[in-house]
């Protein structure tokens, strides 16, 4: 996130001891906004793979009041595994079509192994860290 000024990296969730659930850590962020007397507005992000089990977030309800769902889908039908009620339809408004990026891991770390390029495929401080590690040799 370097080259976006925008954005900026926080670390409670991976400070914390114990379970850590996305309600709690927004839920932080939003009091701190508010207590600066910010109007900031959160968005959750987060792929079709999580709509089948999102009713069983922690504070799943809660949490979709603090911030706007924004969910990657990869095709299209995605929005008839969310079922009906309140929850689905919050869910439903947020789904936003995103590309198919044909790449996997295990295709990187074979790239990366047979030492071909991988720099349109993974950012650069990544693979400064990669090659001064030594990973995937």
């Known amino acids: 996130i370097e080259s976006y000024p925008q954005f900026r990296l926080r ?14 850590i927004l839920k932080i962020f939003c009091d701190e906004a508010r207590k600066k007397g910010l109007k900031q ?10 709509l089948h089990s999102f009713h069983q977030w922690h504070q799943a309800e809660s949490l979709l009041s603090l911030a706007t769902p924004l ?7 995605t929005s008839e595994i969310l079922g009906s009620g309140a929850l ?4 439903r408004s947020g789904l936003t079509e995103t590309p198919l990026i ?4 295990t295709a990187l770390r074979l790239r990366l192994a047979e030492q071909r390029c991988c720099q349109h495929l993974i950012p ?14």
Request: aromatic share 12%; proline share 2%.
């Open 11 to 24: 670390t409670e969730e991976v400070e914390r001891e114990g379970p850590s659930y996305t309600y709690e």
């Open 41 to 50: 507005q959160f968005f959750l992000l987060m792929g079709a793979d999580n």
């Open 71 to 77: 969910v990657g889908c990869r095709s299209t039908g």
């Open 88 to 91: 689905a339809e919050r869910l």
């Open 102 to 105: 044909d790449i996997s891991a």
């Open 124 to 137: 650069q401080k990544a693979l400064d860290y990669i090659n001064k590690n030594r990973l995937y040799c």
